[in-house]
T-cell receptor, first 112, second 112 residues
Framework: QKEVEQDPGPLSVPEGAIVSLNCTYS??????FMWYRQYSRKGPELLMY????GNKEDGRFTAQVDKSSKYISLFIRDSQPSDSATYLC????????????FGRGTQLTVWP | EAQVTQNPRYLITVTGKKLTVTCSQN?????MSWYRQDPGLGLRQIYY???????DKGDVPEGYKVSRKEKRNFPLILESPSPNQTSLYFC???????????FGQGTRLTVV
């Protein structure tokens, strides 16, 4: 079992839709949770960062972590064609030891 | 400009011919890593380095070598490349393990 599981999609939605992207993880010791966005032919870039449980909002994006169910979510409100990309969730246990674990990425297309 | 620079961006080589992909960061980051990205498999970590002279295996280290003699450089070496190493490779660096990872632009390697 992978440390972080993510449905690869693809996911296709109309402009303006609310998008929900999800991951699950297996290591209960994970404390740091991140979402990266990767445009075609580019390297991933950090989109959202959460420490421990709870919600974090940044503009149209909300990251949510539920440690009781080991569930990570990213919500995109009022989705735009420019949001079309691959979204990767990532988790790690410690700030000093171990490594960062990525999900496989979900490919999202927002059509006008 | 803060960046991670990989070279070359594209490379076609033949089976068994040793090659090196260079990676350099100008942000004085402690942590560096190499990933390969394949369709359906997502980002898989090859090797990572917590600091100079400290490296460790990721998910798929077989067939690869790395070294970290200086803080800014983290080259990936394929001693005897094989066709199953055809992939898109990314180098990444972060100040610490739990801070934002900055990715290079990627190196598309084809082994024939």
């Amino acid at each position: 079992q992978k440390e972080v599981e993510q449905d690869p999609g693809p996911l296709s939605v109309p402009e303006g839709a609310i998008v929900s992207l999800n991951c699950t993880y297996s290591n209960s010791a994970f404390q740091y949770f991140m979402w990266y966005r990767q445009y075609s032919r580019k390297g991933p870039e950090l989109l959202m960062y959460t420490y421990s449980s709870g919600n974090k909002e940044d503009g149209r994006f909300t990251a949510q972590v539920d440690k009781s169910s080991k569930y990570i979510s990213l919500f995109i409100r009022d989705s735009q064609p420019s949001d079309s990309a691959t979204y990767l969730c990532a988790s790690l246990e410690s700030s000093t030891l171990g490594r960062l674990y990525f999900g496989r990425g979900t490919q999202l297309t927002v059509w006008p | 400009e803060a960046q991670v620079t990989q070279n070359p961006r594209y490379l076609i080589t033949v089976t068994g011919k040793k090659l090196t992909v260079t990676c350099s960061q100008n942000m004085n980051h402690e942590y560096m890593s190499w990933y390969r990205q394949d369709p359906g498999l997502g980002l898989r970590q090859i090797y990572y380095s917590m600091n100079v002279e400290v490296t460790d295996k990721g998910d798929v280290p077989e067939g690869y070598k790395v070294s970290r003699k200086e803080k800014r450089n983290f080259p990936l070496i394929l001693e005897s490349p094989s066709p199953n190493q055809t992939s898109l490779y990314f180098c990444a660096s972060s100040l610490y393990l739990n801070t934002e990872a900055f990715f290079g632009q990627g190196t598309r390697l084809t082994v024939v």
